[in-house]
Nanobody, 124 residues
Framework: QVQLVESGGGLVQPGGSLRLSCAAS????????IGWFRQAPGKEREGVSC??????????YYADSVKGRFTISRDNAKNTVYLQMNSLKPEDTAVYYC???????????????WGQGTQVTVSS
């Protein structure tokens, strides 16, 4: 059974850091691009970051709003993708989801096997 499970969310003060994990099971992680999306209350879901498929050299993509603050990476041996989030801002508050896609993109229609999400709250 194909499954993606997010973890690592929580409450953090502005300027703080969190690392989200997306653990995959039921398929080979390095065969797919993995994307992170987020959805804040009352807002549409938006793409945050994406990492291409493959072992060794990979390509990474970031939304302008997180570029320079977030870093996506993958550990194929652990079947896990990570999202390191630094310099967090209140506007980063949202539920964060990961999903898989045959190609790296921010178009959510390409993605399937969405996880259940993990809440990130940035507040003092």
């Amino acid at each position: 059974q194909v499954q993606l499970v997010e973890s690592g969310g929580g409450l953090v003060q502005p300027g703080g850091s969190l690392r989200l994990s997306c653990a995959a099971s039921g398929f080979t992680l390095d065969s797919y691009a993995i994307g992170w999306f987020r959805q804040a209350p009352g807002k549409e879901r938006e793409g945050v970051s994406c990492i291409s498929s493959g072992d060794g050299s990979t390509s990474t993509y970031y939304a302008d709003s997180v570029k320079g603050r977030f870093t996506i990476s993958r550990d194929n041996a652990k079947n896990t993708v990570y999202l390191q989030m630094n310099s967090l801002k209140p506007e980063d508050t949202a539920v964060y989801y990961c999903a898989r896609s045959p190609v790296p993109t921010f178009l959510s229609s390409f993605f399937n096997s969405w996880g259940q999400g993990t809440q990130v709250t940035v507040s003092s």
